[in-house]
């Protein structure tokens, strides 16, 4: 029995766990005791030990090294019109929008008001939803798939269930009844595409660097709206989660997905070919 699945129990005090996990990750630790702490903990975890960028002594505590960016000149980008993965992680869903605007992904029906709140749902007509799940042993930061601007921001309070594949029900219908964080995008031509960062247990924060208010306390319902838009560029940091959890992109269906459901994907790297007309 998977003892994880008691966290799912309806009546477990997620939030305070959550607290408490966030907590601890942010204890200081003393700079003789980090090297041997954190390369053991990385071996534990099965982080790729060497994107960890700079000495390990420098990492005051174990949120530093769970959130680190990449090192200098890591990824460089491929040339092309590929958009590139947000995130690292198993793409754990790769699904379409009906002709009536409903999801189903993972076995769990969404309407898009559910998952796209904000905007305007008619132009999600045709397009794909690739969920990207982040395991503890990922790379934690975000990455703009291609270039952009960030039009609006909708926050969504919620639970902090677990979105381990595993641990998932279809009942727990994490990406609506989560808390999550929504930005609306539109890439230089016009085309709009979304982005949904989902919160989880232990992962109560999500960070973005153009905005370093979006997702901090008070955490209620809300909508804003970016004039002039920020601009970023293909493969450009977008932000990161305080631990693990799940990034879902919504992208024109005309795109070619280069990756399966049940592959892993890493972000900076090709996830969606250019449109048919494009290739041919």
């Not at 477990?12 to 090297?35: D, E, N, T």
Request: aromatic letters at 8%; a positive charge.
């Amino acid at each position: 029995m998977d003892l994880r699945k008691a966290f799912t129990a309806p009546g477990i005090p997620r939030r305070l766990i959550s607290k408490g996990a966030g907590l601890l990750g942010r204890c200081p630790v003393p700079r003789f005791l980090r090297s041997g702490l954190w390369s053991f903990l990385g071996s534990r975890l099965g982080l790729d030990m060497e994107e960890v960028p700079g000495n390990l002594r420098d990492y005051r505590n174990f949120l530093a090294l769970f959130t680190r960016p990449l090192p200098k000149g890591a990824r460089p980008l491929p040339n092309g019109n590929t958009w590139l993965s947000p995130a690292d992680g198993k793409i754990v869903a790769a699904t379409r929008v009906s002709s009536e605007g409903t999801w189903l992904i993972k076995g769990t029906p969404y309407t898009s008001r559910e998952l796209v709140p904000g905007g305007d749902i008619r132009l999600l007509a045709g397009y794909q939803a690739l969920q990207i799940y982040l395991a503890p042993h990922n790379y934690h930061r975000y990455h703009a798939p291609c270039d952009l601007t960030i039009e609006e921001a909708v926050t969504e309070p919620g639970d902090l269930q677990p979105v381990d594949p595993g641990l998932v029900r279809r009942s727990m219908r994490v990406l609506a009844t989560n808390k999550r964080i929504l930005l609306h995008c539109r890439t230089p031509d016009g085309t709009p595409l979304s982005m949904l960062f989902v919160g989880a247990l232990n992962v109560g924060g999500m960070r973005f660097l153009h905005d370093r208010t979006l997702g901090q306390k008070p955490f209620i319902q809300g909508r804003r709206i970016y004039e002039p838009a920020p601009v970023i560029k293909r493969g450009d940091e977008l932000g990161w989660f305080e631990f693990g959890s799940t990034v879902v992109l919504f992208a024109p269906g005309q795109r070619l997905s280069l990756k399966s459901e049940g592959e892993t994907c890493r972000a900076r790297e090709p996830l969606l070919a250019g449109t048919l007309s494009e290739t041919n």
